[in-house]
Antibody, heavy 120, light 106 residues
Framework: QLQLQESGPGLVKPSETLSLICTVSGGSISTTDHYWGWIRQPPGKGLEWIGSISFDGSTIYSPSLKSRITISVDSSKNQFSLKLSSMTAADTAVYYC????????????WGQGTLVTVSS | DIQMTQSPSSVSASVGDRVTITCRASQGISSFLVWYQQKSGKAPKLLIYDASTLHSGVPSRFSGSGYGTDFTLTINSLQPEDFATYYCQQANSFPLTFGQGTRLEI
């Protein structure tokens, strides 16, 4: 069965760029019509969709973050990644990657999540 | 953006009770509504999609209904493992948006 695992730094300094990787196992990231997504959750708060990417690299970003994010896919490594620039304390959150079903719009399964703290 | 509003924000219940959580969209989303369960420190888990379709492996005590702007998640005969936070998500248009969550407490 499909499993996803986020990896990246747990601490980022203000103004720096966050780079996270999601490694997919149990299936190919390049499966036709397959999509993937990033979602975040500030401590004690709700969920926020960041953006999604298709098997062939087409992206859809949240307008509120669009100017700062880049999502890409590396088929050779069965990974997709998130870059979020100009980090501030407001970007402190648990970041999740997930498989995204575009027909009904649900995310499943999710990675376990990785906490990213923005602090100097 | 479509705003999703859940009520109540928290609810207390007992094992065996029936609980209903409501999710309201700021504009019509047809049946593109998803429900998740999240336990403390864990990733959300998919419960229901298309407003009323139970995801594989989800117990039948969970059910969803609604269309347009008003949706409900009902849990019959609450079990100890059901105490968690529940989120709705609209999948009708971008940006995808979530409700603020409903915490179900003992």
């Amino acid at each position: 069965q499909l499993q996803l695992q986020e990896s990246g730094p747990g601490l980022v300094k203000p103004s720096e760029t966050l780079s996270l990787i999601c490694t997919v196992s149990g299936g190919s990231i390049s499966t036709t019509d397959h999509y993937w997504g990033w979602i975040r959750q500030p401590p004690g708060k709700g969920l926020e969709w960041i953006g999604s990417i298709s098997f062939d690299g087409s992206t859809i970003y949240s307008p509120s973050l669009k100017s700062r994010i880049t999502i890409s896919v590396d088929s050779s490594k069965n990974q997709f990644s998130l870059k979020l620039s100009s980090m501030t304390a407001a970007d402190t959150a648990v970041y999740y990657c997930a498989d995204w079903n575009t027909s009904s719009g649900w995310f499943d399964p999710w990675g376990q999540g990785t906490l990213v703290t923005v602090s100097s | 953006d479509i705003q999703m509003t859940q009520s109540p924000s928290s609810v207390s219940a007992s094992v065996g009770d029936r609980v209903t959580i409501t999710c309201r969209a700021s504009q019509g989303i047809s049946s593109f509504l998803v429900w998740y369960q999240q336990k403390s420190g864990k990733a959300p888990k998919l419960l229901i999609y298309d407003a009323s379709t139970l995801h594989s492996g989800v117990p039948s005590r969970f059910s969803g209904s609604g269309y347009g702007t008003d949706f409900t998640l009902t849990i019959n005969s609450l079990q100890p493992e059901d105490f968690a936070t529940y989120y709705c998500q609209q999948a009708n248009s971008f940006p995808l948006t979530f409700g603020q969550g409903t915490r179900l407490e003992i």
